[in-house]
C-alpha cells in the first residue's frame, strides 16, 4: 500500500510561488507514474500535470504550462511542483496522485495522454489572493 502525503500549501498574493511537496511511503515511488490534480470550490477535479516514472515523459495542463513545473526526486519518494506567478484562479486543493499501468484508473489528461493512478493524498490548500 502507498500513502502520499502533500505539503507546502498556504496563502500567497498573486504573482507569488509556492512548492508542493508529495512524500511517498510504504513502497518506493520509482516505478510510478505521480500527478497533480485540483479542485477549486464548486468544481470537478482537474489535471494539473504528471510525470512519468523515469521523469521522461511530463503533461500539463495549459492554464499552467509555463508557471509550474513538476518534477521529482526518486531517491527521495517525492515529487514537486513548482508554481510561480500564481493567479487567484490557481486557488484550489491541491491533490498528490500516483500509480503504474495495470493498478488504477486511467485519466486521460487534455492533451489526450493517458495516465493511470490508484493512489490519492489528502490533499493540500493553496489560496492566491488578488
Known amino acids: 500500500q502507498v500513502q502520499l502525503v502533500e505539503s507546502g500549501g498556504g496563502s500567497v498574493q498573486a504573482g507569488d510561488s509556492l512548492r508542493l511537496s508529495c512524500v511517498g511511503s510504504g513502497r518506493t515511488l520509482s516505478s510510478y507514474a505521480m500527478g497533480w490534480f485540483r479542485q477549486a470550490p464548486g468544481k470537478e477535479r482537474e489535471f494539473v500535470a504528471a510525470?512519468?516514472?523515469?521523469?521522461?515523459?511530463?503533461d500539463y495542463v495549459e492554464s499552467v504550462k509555463g508557471r509550474f513545473t513538476i518534477s521529482r526526486d526518486n531517491a527521495k519518494n517525492t515529487v514537486y511542483l513548482q508554481m510561480n506567478s500564481l493567479k487567484p484562479e490557481d486557488t484550489a486543493v491541491y491533490y498528490c496522485a500516483g500509480g503504474i499501468p495495470a493498478q488504477g484508473t486511467k485519466i486521460t489528461s487534455p492533451k489526450g495522454i493517458t495516465w493511470t493512478f490508484g493512489y490519492w493524498g489528502q490533499g493540500t490548500q493553496v489560496t492566491v489572493s488578488s
Open positions: 510525470i512519468s516514472w523515469s521523469g521522461a515523459n511530463i
